[in-house]
């Protein structure tokens, strides 16, 4: 059976067999704006003269446009009826590889708003350039052979001054372990914990599941500790059993609900550490970028002994340098080492003299200011976006970071993510960080705001709050 809606001045045919009207309604409308039968702000008629061409009940079409409207594809407003609503994407800086309104390709997106990386283009090449310079013309010939797996001393020395000084971290040369990303430290105290008898490792309800994979990897479960406005339970540690021999998490910004976890949580999972003799994996991703008052120092320095703390430069400089470090409790030293290896064959000697001088020279923490300050005027302008188009959605949250969440009606999430990869913005929805065993719990987007240039920003706040409830 086929269906034209003639009095709309396009033929929309309603292909029903094996669908309800509902849907083919919203499918045939769907694809008269994507191909350009129906342009952007078109008025479409009443869902009641509809209902009535077409011979249906009017709720039928009335929910049709309110789930074409949630996705994105309609607009509704008092006294302006039903139209399609825009399609323009951001504005670029290169010419657009379409035509102008066009929704981008699927899968193509033009911005990136989805959470864990960095501004790229503000990477300091000009600063590191300059102490790679000087680290290379000082470093001594011993440098480029074979290493200590712990990795340079050079880096090890700047990095315990700096982790004293930034993020409140008792470290010792000695303590630190250098590696190739924190999934590389995570991987070796995956060995480590195993070796050692350890048969769980509970994790936050929301995370990387890359992270839970490692842990799977080495053989070890991961049971889930619930979440409420205060951060993880931790309290809640002791309920799990005597398999849990560690927990990883993220206390002074939790990835990705966005929290810092409550004072109280922070002391009851060290007690936990205490009492059972177990390790507390701390994840400080992005310790440094803190916006409403000075960054929560580390949980590593209520407990050295129980805490192995984990940095990295992913987010306060780039990915693809491949620079992290561990501060590791002193009877675990030797056999992290051993689980990397009698060499260090992972970390680029050239990368490691270079972060040592750049620490030392001050370049860093010149970095981290101006990026906190970007990052700062970002969110407040995503803040203050949303506020002002959808005073429905609530930002969540501390001011901290690369990304926020924002919090959506009760099953709105995956349409909107929809919504949003038409307007050429690549979204991820809360869900998407859900562990395996966690109910679902509320509908939200974790929007990375750090990537999008300067020049598209305000076209990619407005598409973003196009999309939203």
């Given at each position: 059976m086929a269906n034209e809606w003639a009095t709309f001045g396009a033929d929309l045919h309603l292909e029903l067999s094996g669908k309800g009207l509902r849907t083919g309604l919203m499918d045939a409308l769907r694809e008269a704006v994507r191909s350009g039968r129906l342009t952007a702000g078109t008025r479409l008629p009443s869902s009641r003269s509809l209902a009535a061409d077409l011979g249906v009940a009017r709720n039928t079409v009335a929910d049709a446009y309110a789930e074409l409207v949630a996705e994105g594809w309609l607009t509704a407003r008092q006294g302006s009826g039903t139209r399609v609503a825009p399609r323009s994407a951001p504005r670029r800086r290169t010419p657009p590889s379409r035509p102008a309104g066009a929704p981008a390709a699927a899968g193509r997106p033009t911005y990136n708003l989805r959470p864990g990386t960095p501004d790229l283009a503000s990477f300091p090449r000009a600063d590191w350039l300059k102490a790679a310079r000087k680290a290379l013309t000082a470093a001594p010939h011993e440098a480029f052979g074979y290493g200590d797996p712990r990795g340079r001393i050079e880096l090890r020395t700047a990095l315990a001054e700096y982790l004293a000084r930034a993020r409140g971290v008792y470290a010792r040369p000695e303590r630190i372990m250098i590696c190739s990303g924190f999934v590389h430290g995570l991987m070796l105290m995956g060995q480590v914990l195993r070796a050692r008898g350890v048969r769980e490792v509970a994790v936050d309800s929301y995370g990387l599941d890359i992270h839970w994979e490692l842990?799977?990897?080495?053989?070890?479960?991961?049971?889930?500790?619930?979440?409420?406005?205060?951060?993880?339970?931790?309290?809640?540690?002791?309920?799990?059993?005597n398999g849990v021999g560690a927990v990883l998490m993220t206390p002074a910004h939790q990835f990705p609900m966005g929290g810092a976890l409550h004072p109280d949580r922070r002391a009851a999972a060290v007690d936990w550490a205490r009492a059972a003799g177990g390790l507390i994996l701390e994840d400080d991703y992005d310790g440094e970028f803190r916006y409403d008052r000075q960054p929560v120092g580390a949980l590593q320095g209520l407990d050295p002994e129980r805490v192995v703390y984990l940095g990295t430069a992913s987010k306060s400089l780039?990915?693809?340098l491949r620079l992290a470090w561990m501060v590791l409790p002193e009877h675990l030293v030797d056999e992290v080492a051993a689980a990397k290896g009698a060499v260090?064959?992972?970390?680029?000697?050239?990368?490691?003299?270079?972060?040592?001088?750049?620490?030392?020279?001050?370049a860093y923490d010149r970095h981290v200011r101006a990026m906190r300050l970007r990052y700062r005027r970002r969110r407040d302008q995503l803040v203050a976006a949303v506020a002002?188009?959808?005073?429905?959605?609530?930002?969540?949250?501390?001011?901290?970071?690369?990304?926020?969440?924002?919090?959506?009606?009760?099953?709105?999430?995956?349409?909107?993510?929809?919504?949003?990869?038409?307007q050429g913005l690549a979204l991820t929805g809360l869900d998407d960080f859900r562990h395996p065993a966690t109910p679902p719990t509320r509908d939200a987007l974790v929007v990375g705001y750090a990537t999008p240039p300067d020049s598209a920003w305000s076209g990619v706040l407005e598409a973003l709050c196009r999309v939203l409830p």
């Open positions: 842990l799977e990897r080495a053989g070890l479960r991961i049971p889930a500790l619930p979440f409420d406005e205060r951060g993880t339970r931790t309290e809640e540690l002791g309920t799990l059993g780039a990915p693809g260090d064959w992972v970390s680029s000697v050239t990368d490691q003299l270079t972060f040592a001088e750049f620490l030392r020279s001050g002002a188009r959808s005073p429905e959605t609530r930002v969540s949250g501390i001011a901290a970071g690369l990304h926020a969440v924002l919090e959506l009606p009760a099953g709105t999430e995956a349409a909107v993510v929809r919504s949003a990869a038409f």
